[in-house]
């Protein structure tokens, strides 16, 4: 199960990542396997709109049932399913890397999402919260 001090952990440990490597401001958003938000922090000085981005990423991850990597892929391959399941997710499905599943064994117990930096970094910073609070990350690679 994820717990608000699992969740916790993980968005400080990616962002304790972010920090320790040099990444631009972050948005995190940690989801349960239902959906709902667990953490939600947004560094100083990140863009208007990170954390909306960020939601998205997880949410994305959760609905589809993969990673956001995976997603990307999908989308490149399937354009137009991919825009029918952002209509669908009104708009919460961000289709680029940075939204990671998070498993328990075969279980997904949530998703986190990151945006500020690189599509690419957002989800290395994801991947090292997931591992730091005893989860298996899954970005859909």
């Avoid at 969740?7 to 972050?26: E, H, I, N, Q, S």
């Avoid at 939204?99 to 290395?124: F, H």
């Amino acid at each position: 199960m994820l717990t608000l001090d699992k969740a916790r952990t993980l968005a400080d440990t990616a962002l304790a990542f972010a920090r320790d490597k040099g990444f631009k401001p972050l948005s995190i958003v940690v989801l349960d396997a239902r959906g709902a938000r667990k953490v939600v922090l947004t560094e100083d000085n990140t863009s208007l709109k990170r954390a909306e981005v960020a939601f998205g990423k997880a949410y994305g991850a959760l609905a589809m049932g993969s990673g956001s990597r995976a997603l990307m892929k999908m989308a490149a391959d399937r354009p137009n399913f991919m825009a029918a399941a952002m209509h669908v997710a009104d708009g919460a499905l961000v289709p680029v890397p940075g939204g990671v599943l998070i498993r328990s064994g075969e279980v997904v117990v949530g998703a986190v999402g990151i945006s500020g930096d690189t599509s690419d970094n957002d989800e290395a910073a994801a991947i090292a919260g997931i591992a730091a609070a005893g989860f298996t990350a899954d970005p859909g690679a």
